[in-house]
């Protein structure tokens, strides 16, 4: 059984930094693309950034040059870096195998207020 768990999130003040993990099982870790994705309040879920089997990463305008993917294939994780966070990133953030019929974690909640 595939599961996806999420975590890291919480509440950080404008132009502060987190580090969100998701713990992956049930599935050969090193062969996939994995991504991450934000649902804001009342809003569609969307692409943030993707890292392939050979540790390519790809990156959407909303995370370029703010937010870093990476993967450690040894513990089965998936993380993404934020910086310089606004109160636009407040969302529920999750990961996900890019291979069909993978389901979705819970997600972790990030809150960007003063």
């Known amino acids: 059984q595939v599961q996806l768990v999420e975590s890291g999130g919480g509440l950080v003040q404008p132009g502060g930094s987190l580090t969100l993990s998701c713990a992956v099982s049930?599935?050969?870790?090193?062969?996939?693309?994995f991504s991450w994705y934000r649902q804001a309040p009342g809003k569609q879920r969307m692409l943030l950034a993707l890292?392939?089997?050979?540790?390519?990463?790809q990156y959407t305008d909303a995370a370029k040059g703010r937010f870093t993917i990476s993967r450690d294939n040894a513990k089965n994780m998936v993380y993404l870096q934020m910086a310089s966070l606004q109160p636009d990133d407040t969302a529920m953030y999750y990961c996900?195998?890019?291979?069909?019929?993978?389901?979705w974690g819970r997600g972790t909640q990030v809150t960007v207020s003063s």
């Open positions: 996900k195998s890019m291979t069909p019929n993978t389901p």
């Open positions: 049930g599935l050969i870790f090193s062969t996939h693309t």
């Open positions: 890292v392939d089997s050979g540790g390519n990463k």
